[in-house]
């Protein structure tokens, strides 16, 4: 397992190849995880939800439905160009392209009242992961929420989705920003979080 942040040639060359790598249209395991996810955000209509790595647009195109704007950003142009068309006629998405943390669209994001970051903080080394975390936190309104999904199986990434996971949450912590919801099933665990200020949360897991 090599521990540098893979480059966007790995996923261009992986879209490519296939248009869905990771079944995100047809899978049970990503139509309940998407579920999943999307219940854990605010009940009231959120005006501004980024989502990093946004992938072919299948949730980007869920959460446009609950959301006044999208960002949608991915480092992949086939990606990007699939999740165009998924979300053609929607009128409330604007796509990025950019390698993250290095190309993290600071000024586009920057107020948001929602930020996704589901599947892709394994595929970071853990210097990247803990800049993305500064990035994110600085986007987010004070008021906003921070959803974090990670695949808990075997990977060949640079991190498992639990160190990756860990280590993201660590630097969250340094910004003021604690865990206020978390779950683990058998395949995946996920995480929301919120600015605290000072004061500290220390919830525990509980299985689905």
Known sequence: MTKETWQPDIFEALFRTNPDP?????????????????????????????????????????????????LAVDASATALDLARKRCAGTGNVNFIRAFLPDGYPASQAAGCDLMIVSELLYFLGKDDIRRLAACATDSLAKDGVLLLVNWTGQTDTPCTGDEAADCFIQSCHEHSWEVDHRE???TYRLERLRYTGASMMQPGYSAD
């Open 184 to 186: 683990r099933s058998g």
């Open 22 to 70: 990771w079944n995100f249209e047809t899978t049970p395991y990503e139509r309940r995880k998407l579920d999943h996810l999307l219940s854990c955000i605010p009940e009231d209509r959120i005006c501004f939800a980024v989502e990093l790595g946004c992938a072919i647009g299948v949730g980007t195109r869920r959460l446009s439905e609950r959301c006044d704007r999208v």
